[in-house]
């Protein structure tokens, strides 16, 4: 998915066809609007006016119209009508307009518990909202496919980069005994516990040391959990 309405202070220009007369019917510029939103944004886009349009009547007839706009066109924003006469603007109006944004994205055929490895099966590419999510958030299918779930995901909902695990492949299952590791140069600490959680390479994940003391810590590609703080390992040493 691709989005080109995240430039701040963009300004755009759509000039409708010279008009017979210079009357500009409501109903032509509501559907003007929609289709400059839906170009602006370069996806599939809902455009809510949100005031009552009049039709505008200008003396001088050969009159153009142009919409302009300046930020990004989702959610609550606005959009400007120009009036124009021999390329001089003699008539502007403000719209406000609420946007919602459609893409086609992988969203979850069914519950997905936490820590599940995500299957090709349990997800589908679908036209939603994504209003308010970041185009940069949703995951690619091929990055989903063989990964853990971080969290419960509902079905029905879009899977998003946050939602599964980083590694390759699943290294830790929760309840595994874990070696727990801290690195000081050249010496290294080691402890044992067992994960209170499920990740892969370079997930963080929560363990418990042989004391119950709850660790945070991140796995490295060994499969070992290392803890940046040795001194939550020290009542934990294994000598």
Excluded: W
Excluded at 33 to 59: F, P, T
Excluded at 71 to 90: A, I, S, Y
Excluded at 126 to 153: C, F, H, M, W, Y
Excluded at 190 to 198: R, S
Aim: hydrophobic share 40%; with cysteine; glycine share 6%.
């Amino acid at each position: 998915m691709k989005r080109t309405i995240r430039i701040l202070l963009l300004s755009l220009l759509i000039t409708f066809p010279a008009f017979a007369q210079s009357t500009f019917k409501s109903e032509t510029l509501t559907k003007a609007i929609a289709s400059y939103v839906e170009n602006a944004n370069g996806c599939k886009s809902n455009v809510e006016v949100l005031q009552a349009l009049r039709d505008v009547k200008l003396q001088q007839s050969g009159a153009k119209a142009t919409i302009e706009h300046t930020g990004d066109l989702v959610g609550l924003c606005k959009v400007t009508l120009n009036f124009l006469l021999d390329g001089e603007v003699v008539h502007k109006e403000d719209v406000r307009i609420k946007v919602r944004i459609y893409a086609e994205v992988p969203m979850a055929k069914r519950f997905i518990p936490k820590d599940d490895v995500i299957k090709e099966e349990d997800i589908s590419i679908s036209l939603t909202e994504v209003t308010n999510i970041e185009p940069n958030d949703v995951v690619q299918l091929s990055d989903a496919i063989g990964k853990a779930s971080r969290k419960g995901i509902a079905k029905g909902a879009v899977v998003q980069y946050k939602d599964i695990s980083s590694g390759e492949a699943i290294n830790i299952n929760r309840n595994d005994r874990v070696k727990l590791l801290h690195y000081s140069g050249s010496i290294c600490i080691k402890a044992n516990g067992f994960a209170l959680e499920a990740g892969s390479a370079g997930d963080i994940i929560k363990v418990k040391g042989d004391n119950n003391q709850t660790l945070y810590g991140f796995i490295a590609d060994d499969g070992n959990v290392i803890i940046e703080d040795k001194n939550l390992l020290i009542n934990n040493k294994n000598n």
